[in-house]
């Protein structure tokens, strides 16, 4: 059933909306924030086994024929995608019911995570890149409530840098697509793919394919763009620094992963070059920016920087193998940064504070989380036998 990609999509709407309905009218809503999430597992897991079963799963919205109107399209990674996006969602609702305090719960911090999953999950099955647009701003929208939401000074001031750049980051994107669609009178990534590989590389086409490469690296905190990552993750409560380490940057390193296999291999234009020393200098700005800091959570945010270099590292390279370490770094990286942000919300929670100078000694007090922290960065870093292990050998 083609209408298996729509559940994804509609839960985390349904629940973000039945979120805001008068208290009279509606359920518990930290109930239905755990129920959606799961529900959103649930039917990605029968999604992800369907297309095992049948192949890819496409379908055109509105009864229109494609490549007009808008199209889904759901494969195996973009299953996949779903199925991590609705057990981070379940996972942080679950931590949030414990660390978020209730004045924040009240101004709508429940709908507006079911709305970053709802525009995540967009993502993953955006079959055009207009509605690629529209997916992304869902995000930035809700993505920036969540940030300034409690309204605290530094949390302001990382709010105004982050909707800055993603805004410079839209009208790059906007503009691309309106330059591509005058030169090739369609959107469908699937149409854009057979259509490409038709017309010579041009001027015009580089430039503009130039500037949908610009927007993805902003979106995925690639350098020279990475600059508002650092400055914004660490000024939330945690569960929310945890819910944009897992998906924010992974939705970028995602569409760069379609773009370049349905847009630039095609179009005989390929950055791999380009993409290939920004991710050294991202891998390379990330940990010494990690090097210099003494807060947990900006140690973590300046490592994402740097995991997402490995990333496009591995996409820069364009053989399969490369694709499919690259692929696996994102779903390890999505689990171990999740939990050591999540850790990290416990440790300050009990030590009092996010600076490693004031949390000493802590291990002997707490030796089980001491040790969870401990394997998972051991992970991260590719340590045997763990799972980091695994994608850091050959």
Not at 6 to 13: E, G, K, S, Y
Not at 186 to 196: M, S
């Amino acid at each position: 059933m083609k209408e298996g990609i729509l559940f994804p999509l509609i839960l985390p709407l349904l629940m973000a909306t039945l979120s805001l309905l008068p208290r009279r009218w509606r359920f518990d809503r930290e109930l239905m924030a755990l129920l959606g999430n799961l529900a959103h597992l649930v039917f990605s897991l029968l999604l992800f086994f369907q297309i095992r079963a049948h192949g890819v799963q496409t379908l055109q919205i509105g009864a229109w024929p494609a490549p007009f109107g808008i199209t889904l399209v759901a494969d195996l990674l973009s299953a996949s995608m779903l199925i991590i996006t609705g057990l981070v969602g379940f996972l942080i609702t679950l931590y949030s019911l414990g660390s978020l305090d209730s004045l924040r719960q009240s101004f709508g911090y429940f709908p507006l995570l079911h709305v970053v999953v709802f525009g995540c999950s967009g993502v993953f099955v955006a079959g055009d890149l207009f509605n690629l647009f529209v997916w992304f701003e869902v995000i930035l929208i809700a993505s920036f409530v969540l940030l300034t939401l409690g309204g605290e000074r530094e949390q302001i001031i990382a709010g105004v840098k982050y909707v800055t750049l993603n805004g410079v980051a839209s009208t790059f994107f906007l503009t691309g697509i309106g330059l591509l669609y005058l030169q090739m009178g369609t959107l469908n990534l699937a149409d854009l793919f057979g259509k490409l590989a038709q017309v010579p590389a041009g001027g015009v086409l580089s430039l503009t394919l130039l500037f949908l490469l610009i927007t993805f690296l902003i979106k995925a905190g690639s350098f020279p763009f990475f600059f508002w990552l650092p400055a914004s993750y660490p000024t939330p409560p945690i569960a929310v620094s945890a819910l944009f380490a897992a998906l924010l940057t992974k939705v970028g390193v995602y569409v760069l992963l379609r773009f370049f296999s349905l847009v630039l291999l095609p179009s005989g234009v390929v950055f791999s070059g380009l993409l290939s020393w920004a991710a050294g200098l991202t891998m390379v700005l990330g940990v010494l920016g990690a090097w210099s800091q003494m807060d947990i959570r900006r140690i973590l945010s300046f490592h994402i920087i740097s995991q997402i270099g490995y990333m496009l590292m591995g996409i820069s390279f364009l053989s399969p193998l490369a694709l499919s370490g690259a692929i696996y770094f994102m779903f390890h990286n999505i689990t171990a940064k999740t939990n050591l942000f999540l850790l990290g919300g416990v440790i300050a929670l009990l030590g009092g504070s996010y600076r490693l100078e004031q949390l000493g000694g802590l291990f002997r007090s707490f030796g089980l989380l001491g040790t969870l922290f401990l394997f998972a960065a051991l992970s991260l870093a590719g340590i045997p036998p763990l799972a980091g292990f695994l994608v850091s050998s050959p």
